[in-house]
């Protein structure tokens, strides 16, 4: 089990806006269900926090929820929930020993007509929010992060890193923690052409194993 450290260094390199809440991962859950530091809350469903073992080695760290985490209430469901599973089971990972969240916690959309469409939280709207991915890194500690997209990868290692040319590579981090960035399952799914989707898809497999195997080097 990790030791809990006040003093330890969140491994972000773009900061919150405000502090971290204090508190257990359960307290935090209950704490963020009421948040509305941010507009975001007034039309999503409902937050979506991050799920796993509080000692997990190894965390994975999405965008934002969509449709189906919004109405569920969990994170990576639905069709891009599927194919991450589906990516995880080829790369030796379980689902059931990661602990999974978003640098977003609430749903943020454009109705059109019956469909809500996805839309990209501002840098204000991450901004705020990041302070409940910044709780989640203290209490449970990973040794390892995983960003998925775009938005994630920027949270972790800065608005210079670039996913199309770095993804699957290793970076140290503050606190003694690695980092990698890798597709995000929805980016694969939204490739317009089949022989682009298959690609990404290998690289996301590839680079999760990647991911896996650097548990051997402890």
Same mark, same amino acid.
């Given at each position: =089990?990790?030791?809990?450290? /006040?003093?330890?260094?969140? +491994?972000?390199?773009?900061?919150?806006?405000?502090? #971290?809440?204090?508190?257990?991962?359960?307290?935090? $859950?209950?704490?963020?269900? @009421?948040? &509305?530091?941010? +507009?975001?809350?007034?039309?999503?469903?409902?937050?979506?926090?991050?799920?796993?073992?509080?000692?997990?080695? =190894?965390?994975?760290?999405?965008?934002?929820?969509?449709?189906?985490?919004?109405?569920?209430?969990?994170?990576?469901?639905?069709?891009?929930?599927?194919?991450?599973?589906?990516?995880?089971?080829?790369?030796?990972?379980?689902?059931?020993?990661?602990?999974?969240?978003?640098?977003?916690?609430?749903?943020?959309?454009?109705?059109?007509?019956? $469909?809500?469409? &996805?839309?990209?939280?501002?840098?204000?709207?991450?901004?705020?929010?990041?302070?409940?991915? #910044?709780?989640?890194?203290?209490?449970? &500690?990973?040794?390892?992060?995983?960003?998925?997209?775009? =938005?994630? @990868?920027?949270?972790?290692?800065?608005?210079?890193?670039?996913?199309?040319?770095?993804?699957?590579?290793?970076?140290?981090?503050?606190?003694?923690? $690695?980092? =990698?960035?890798?597709?995000?399952? @929805?980016?694969?799914?939204?490739?317009?052409?089949? @022989?682009?989707?298959?690609?990404?898809?290998?690289?996301?497999? #590839?680079?999760?194993?990647?991911? /896996?195997?650097?548990?051997?080097?402890?």
């Amino acid at each position: =089990m990790p030791v809990r450290r /006040t003093d330890w260094i969140y +491994p972000l390199a773009m900061l919150p806006a405000t502090p #971290a809440p204090t508190g257990s991962l359960t307290a935090l $859950r209950k704490k963020a269900k @009421s948040c &509305h530091a941010c +507009p975001l809350w007034q039309h999503a469903t409902q937050t979506v926090f991050g799920e796993g073992p509080a000692a997990a080695d =190894m965390m994975l760290i999405g965008e934002q929820p969509g449709d189906q985490e919004d109405q569920q209430g969990e994170p990576f469901t639905g069709p891009a929930g599927n194919l991450l599973d589906r990516a995880l089971e080829e790369a030796g990972l379980r689902r059931e020993e990661l602990y999974l969240t978003n640098a977003v916690k609430h749903f943020k959309f454009e109705p059109r007509g019956k $469909r809500r469409l &996805h839309q990209r939280a501002n840098a204000r709207e991450q901004a705020i929010c990041r302070q409940w991915l #910044a709780a989640e890194l203290r209490e449970v &500690h990973p040794t390892r992060i995983l960003a998925l997209g775009a =938005m994630a @990868s920027k949270a972790v290692f800065g608005t210079r890193f670039r996913l199309t040319a770095q993804h699957g590579e290793w970076v140290a981090l503050p606190g003694g923690v $690695r980092g =990698m960035a890798t597709w995000h399952p @929805s980016a694969v799914l939204r490739t317009p052409d089949a @022989s682009g989707r298959q690609q990404r898809y290998r690289e996301l497999v #590839a680079d999760l194993k990647r991911f /896996t195997d650097g548990r051997k080097d402890d």
